[in-house]
């Protein structure tokens, strides 16, 4: 077990490793012990960021010409899907091609294999990111080197529960099928990484660039994609997920070389856009009342309306008293003022930007100046 540790809004937690980690100790294990012919108990490895890690060898079965084992997963503390499965590699004897490279390495069984251009690695090609893939074939040509081999070898990494627990995952959305992807830049898991997951919309952005698509649908969540579906017709695919990610993704999206972008969510989301909160999570800010609330005597709301607002605990609870005052259609037209204003702030002017929000109840609420020119474009290009 990883003795590393981090803290969390005061809670001390554990780190794990990553399933890059994992198939670099299987692949370095099983290359050690098809060399030696012996069996082995556990592999040291040195992660990307220098922690030296002494894994247990999991599953060892040893042929003449090859040899497969596995490493166990521990995320730590992060509630990651991954955690407590069983990356394998299996390393056999091959001739050198023409390539003269010394490690040839590929995905098996619940690794997934990518379909879609924009991802770091080329369609075709199994789903082992850039720096676990060096780190497989350095783990595997530090054991040919101990044990004077100078010909060339195959490693494949799989993990069977992949091809379920890859269902649970932005997989599917970015074009990865089959399975799940061998990860990790570090090396090392830390707990509750917010970066990992803006890491997997910067990569979700760059591939519906790749597929052509110039404006960009983004949903913070399940709320959003539903609505697209059920509402507009629009199919999930073609929406890009951004969770409480608001203003990174715009970040993202101008980063990307995007024409325009977007952003289509529900009342109890987006309403915190109107007090410039970026990160729509609890835990980073709420103000959904005090924002209606203002929204509301800014459009001649009285002062007993904007008090009862204050006092709800949801956004629906909210949008029924405006309704009742006859004052909804005003206050979103607010809304959207103060939405447009802080989109466009964030966004630099480097691309066109709009904004839908709705509710479940009474549907669309309020649109930007462009989001109506910005939809019509993309009902009219089907990237497939």
Avoid: W
Wanted: hydrophobic letters at 40%; proline letters at 3%.
């Amino acid at each position: 077990m990883l003795e590393r540790y981090v803290y969390k809004n005061q809670k001390k937690m554990r780190c794990g490793y990553t399933t890059g980690t994992c198939a670099c100790a299987a692949a370095k294990a099983a290359a050690c012990m098809l060399l030696s012919g012996r069996r082995i108990e556990s592999v040291s490895v040195i992660t990307p960021m220098g922690v030296e890690l002494t894994l247990p060898v999991y599953e060892i079965t040893m042929e003449q010409d090859s040899v497969t084992c596995a490493i166990k997963k521990d995320s730590g503390d992060d509630p990651d899907v991954t955690n407590g499965i069983l990356i394998y590699a299996s390393v056999s004897y091959i001739e050198r091609d023409s390539t003269d490279k010394r490690v040839v390495t590929d995905g098996g069984t619940g690794v997934g294999r990518i379909t879609k251009k924009g991802l770091s690695r080329p369609v075709g090609e199994a789903a082992i990111n850039p720096v676990p893939l060096k780190m497989i074939e350095e783990g595997v040509s530090e054991a040919a080197e101990n044990y004077s081999y100078e010909g060339s070898l195959k490693v494949v990494i799989s993990a069977p529960q992949g091809v379920e627990i890859a269902k649970k995952t932005f997989n599917p959305n970015l074009g990865i099928t089959g399975g799940i992807s061998i990860l990790g830049t570090t090396g090392i898991v830390e707990p509750m990484s917010e970066q990992a997951l803006i890491d997997t919309i910067r990569t979700e952005i760059k591939m519906h660039i790749a597929e052509g698509e110039k404006v960009l649908l983004i949903a913070p969540g399940n709320y959003g994609q539903d609505f697209l579906l059920n509402t507009l017709g629009i199919e999930l695919k073609r929406s890009i997920k951004c969770s409480n990610y608001i203003g990174d993704t715009i970040d993202m999206v101008c980063d990307a070389g995007a024409e325009a972008m977007l952003l289509v969510g529900h009342i109890g989301k987006l309403v915190k856009l109107g007090a410039g909160i970026m990160n729509t999570h609890s835990k980073a800010a709420d103000g959904r009342m005090e924002v209606l609330a203002a929204c509301a005597i800014r459009a001649g709301a009285e002062a007993d309306t904007a008090r009862k607002i204050l006092d709800c605990v949801t956004t629906e609870a909210a949008l029924d008293i405006l309704k009742k005052s006859d004052m909804l259609e005003n206050t979103m037209k607010q809304l959207m003022i103060r939405i447009e204003d802080v989109l466009q702030r964030r966004s630099g002017g480097k691309i066109r930007i709009g904004a839908i929000v709705f509710s479940n109840e009474y549907g669309i609420l309020g649109k930007t100046k462009t989001a109506d020119m910005l939809l019509e474009d993309i009902m009219e290009n089907n990237y497939g």
